[in-house]
């Protein structure tokens, strides 16, 4: 049965339309404005862990759904798979999917990467363009090892993950822009956890058979007020970014496996007698933090996620406060951080993979946060 619902917001209304759920929409996202002029609405997750705090057995659990979805309607995509998640929201969804299939199925010939807006010391393989967003362009690397190169060549399936689909078109621009470096490629999965694209059939302009994936089917519009609607601040080009100073591999190179060390940074804040944490992710460096947060509250303790972010989103609706500070990558991008607070008696602690200090100030006063560094100075 069709549902529909109108969301009033600051610029103009969100018209929806639900035709098929497996998770219902009020469980899955909510809605907020934002400021840019391409589209002036922003579908708010609430089981992402970016612009809402989230608990991470629920993020789990949506994953979870992804995935058994994956292995309902496509069960026999042939291997080597490689899993691509879209930056900078759905790259710990992109992560946690991959790694989630590889539990379910015990399958081995799996490779995870991530697209990026950051600049390292690497070759780019490939770019596209998402149209609507605030930084339109994505950079995707080459994987760093023999064997992972050798993976991309052979693999006959390739598996995109994006938090939510509405045309179609940048899903096609990357199917498009990755197929030549997969000369074997046979099928093609997008996966997503909600598809507003209307029944569309974008999967028609993908390089390779394909099929798409969604927890929830629908069709979206946005509908203007009238109101003058702020521009978003002008992104650097990427080619003008600097290069990041330092750089550990935890997506963007290619991985299969989880990164090392995680039990042990959480059995570290267990012994610090804190039972309330708040973990934040910084930018794309979200899948490990995740991990930690998921271990903490494996462990017994309340514990809530989420991320900072690019995207430049008005408080209104789904967004009850913002925080703006310097992007801790150096690009001269301003970072926000959505709907997080001062809570007494809950530690936060800020994770990032970019070097020691380079976490504005502003940010950690504002929660009176710690900083936990992953990588090498």
Not at 38 to 63: E, N, T, Y
Not at 78 to 93: K, N
Not at 152 to 158: G, K, N, T
Request: aromatic share 6%; charged share 20%; glycine share 8%.
């Amino acid at each position: 049965m069709t549902t529909k619902r109108a969301i009033i917001l600051s610029g103009g209304t969100v018209e929806i339309e639900v035709f098929n759920a497996a998770l219902q929409l009020d469980h899955l996202c909510d809605f907020a404005a934002r400021n840019n002029a391409k589209r002036g609405f922003l579908i708010v997750s609430k089981v992402l862990g970016r612009h809402m705090p989230a608990r991470p057995l629920q993020m789990q659990a949506a994953v979870e759904a992804l995935t058994s979805r994956i292995l309902m309607q496509a069960a026999d995509l042939p291997g080597p798979v490689v899993f691509i998640g879209l930056a900078e929201t759905a790259v710990c969804l992109g992560q946690s999917v991959h790694d989630t299939f590889g539990r379910f199925t015990g399958r081995k010939d799996t490779l995870f990467l991530h697209t990026t807006r950051q600049r390292i010391d690497a070759k780019v393989m490939a770019t596209f363009t998402e149209p609507h967003s605030h930084a339109a362009m994505h950079l995707i690397y080459a994987p760093e090892c023999e064997a992972h190169l050798r993976m991309m060549q052979d693999a006959r399936s390739l598996v995109l993950i994006d938090d939510e689909v509405s045309t179609g078109v940048t899903l096609i621009n990357l199917a498009q822009a990755i197929g030549p470096h997969l000369p074997n490629l046979e099928r093609i999965c997008t996966a997503t956890l909600a598809d507003w694209s209307n029944a569309a059939d974008y999967a028609a302009a993908m390089p390779s058979p394909a099929e798409a994936v969604s927890l929830l089917e629908g069709a979206i519009a946005w509908c203007p007020n009238g109101e003058p609607q702020s521009v978003a601040p002008t992104t650097l080009p990427v080619t003008a970014l600097g290069l990041m100073p330092s750089h550990v591999n935890f997506g963007r190179l290619g991985v299969q496996a989880r990164p090392q060390g995680i039990d042990k940074l959480a059995a570290d804040l267990i012994r610090d007698q804190a039972d309330r944490f708040l973990i934040i992710g910084t930018g794309e460096f979200t899948w490990p933090p995740f991990l930690l947060a998921h271990a903490l509250e494996l462990a017994g303790h309340d514990v809530m996620m989420q991320a900072t972010s690019r995207s430049p989103v008005r408080v209104g609706g789904a967004i009850g406060s913002a925080l703006t500070f310097e992007d801790n990558y150096g690009t001269g991008v301003p970072n926000y951080l959505y709907n997080a607070h001062r809570e007494e008696g809950r530690r936060v602690i800020i994770c990032h993979e970019t070097p020691s200090g380079s976490i504005d100030p502003a940010l950690v006063d504002a929660l009176d946060a710690e900083c936990l560094f992953f990588g090498v100075n």
